[in-house]
């Protein structure tokens, strides 16, 4: 059970920090979905922890909004 809780929390802490970058840089999910050439309800799944992106996806979201990818191991 606990297992299962911990990989919701981090999969939900990825969905809303998604669109918390899409929100700070005045962005919406069909512009978003536009540079990463995919469709809005592709963005709106992950904001909604409904999809869970693979890490090549992540890399790009990170490219779109000037960030890095950085992964952890606790």
Do not use: C, W
């Not at 669109?19 to 904001?47: F, G, N, P, Y």
């Amino acid at each position: 059970m606990r297992k299962s809780y911990e990989d919701g929390v981090g999969a939900l802490l990825i969905a809303h920090k998604i669109a918390d970058l899409r929100e700070r840089s005045h962005m919406t999910q069909a512009e978003l979905a536009k540079k990463l050439h995919t469709k809005q309800q592709v963005i709106s799944r992950m904001e909604k922890d409904r999809y869970a992106p693979s890490l090549t996806t992540l890399g790009k979201i990170a490219h779109v909004f000037g960030k890095r990818l950085e992964i952890n191991f606790i």
